[in-house]
């Protein structure tokens, strides 16, 4: 699939993505890993918005999801 995003700066996304759900399993603050992993799921959202990976409809049901 086509996207137009050049393949280094995915890579770049996804190892990110890899790095943060790390730390959310890993942590020691147990009672905010749901936060933790919350705030790593807008943030990668965000990023496939920022680069056209997300569709706008999808969007607002993402938002949807995340403050129902």
Do not use: S
Request: aromatic share 10%; proline share 3%.
């Amino acid at each position: 699939m086509k996207t137009g995003v050049e393949f280094t700066y995915m890579i770049k996304l996804h190892r990110c993505l890899q790095k943060m759900l790390r730390d959310v399993i890993i942590t020691d603050d147990k009672d905010n890993r749901e936060l933790y992993l919350k705030r790593t799921y807008e943030w990668f959202n965000r990023q496939q918005c920022a680069i056209g990976l997300l569709p706008k409809d999808q969007q607002e049901k993402e938002a949807d999801f995340m403050n129902p």
